[in-house]
T-cell receptor, first 115, second 114 residues
């Protein structure tokens, strides 16, 4: 049971290049999330998918697109990378626990630098 | 006003002492509260969740929730050097009907000194 996996671990892009960050989970969770983490800003939600076939914007969606490929996989795409997108990106998935709440579990992260 | 606030620290405690980490939040309807531990260069790891007022204990960790005062805290007893990390407070600001949208504080850095 690998939990949440992300690829790649590190990436350097030039301004204007595109790339897709991959995320997969093997815990049979319905909901998946993409966050970015910047110094002094904390974790901020980019997009989420409450269930297979649905996606919604989070707090900072501009410049990103997502695809919920199937129940296991949720990808994040940067169409035209900008230096402001230099960050650490985390994928998470969540399960329903007693009481109606959801507990989120995070992948190892992708460290992206845009020059 | 930030929605979830934490003192950034660093909070320094001697080994064996109790570390007390605090978090306040702005949304009165929040129902779920979480503490994550994040080591430098690593991903956040869920260590505690709490949903009702009062205390919840798990090993050396105790989470405390006071909804009337809108604060949640984490106590770490018998602190160890391995507890040195950044602790993130997260609050569920609204259900999405199949998941939850968490708002995170910026974290408190804890240093446990020998």
């Amino acid at each position: 049971n690998a939990g949440v996996t992300q690829t790649p671990k590190f990436q350097v892009l030039k301004t204007g290049q595109s790339m897709t960050l991959q995320c997969a989970q093997d815990m049979n969770h319905n909901s998946m999330y993409w966050y970015r983490q910047d110094p002094g800003m904390g974790l901020r939600l980019i997009y989420y998918s409450a269930s297979e076939g649905t996606t919604d914007k989070g707090e900072v969606p501009n410049g990103y697109n997502v695809s919920r490929l199937n129940k296991r996989e949720f990808s994040l795409r940067l169409e035209s990378a900008a230096p402001s997108q230099t960050s650490v990106y985390f994928c998470a998935s969540s399960e329903l626990v007693w009481g109606g709440s959801y507990e989120q579990y995070f992948g190892p992260g992708t460290r992206l630098t845009v020059t | 006003q930030k929605e979830v606030e934490q003192n950034s620290g660093p909070l320094s405690v001697p080994e064996g002492a109790i570390a007390s980490l605090n978090c306040t939040y702005s949304d009165r309807v929040s129902q779920s509260f979480f503490w994550y531990r994040q080591y430098s260069g690593k991903s956040p790891e869920l260590i505690m969740s709490i949903y009702s007022n009062g205390d919840k204990e798990d090993g050396r960790f105790t989470a405390q929730l006071n909804k009337a005062s809108q604060y949640v805290s984490l106590l770490i007893r018998d602190s160890q050097p391995s507890d040195s990390a950044t602790y993130l407070c997260a609050v569920n600001m609204g259900l999405t009907g199949g998941g939850n949208k968490l708002t995170f504080g910026t974290g408190t850095q804890l240093k446990v000194e020998l």
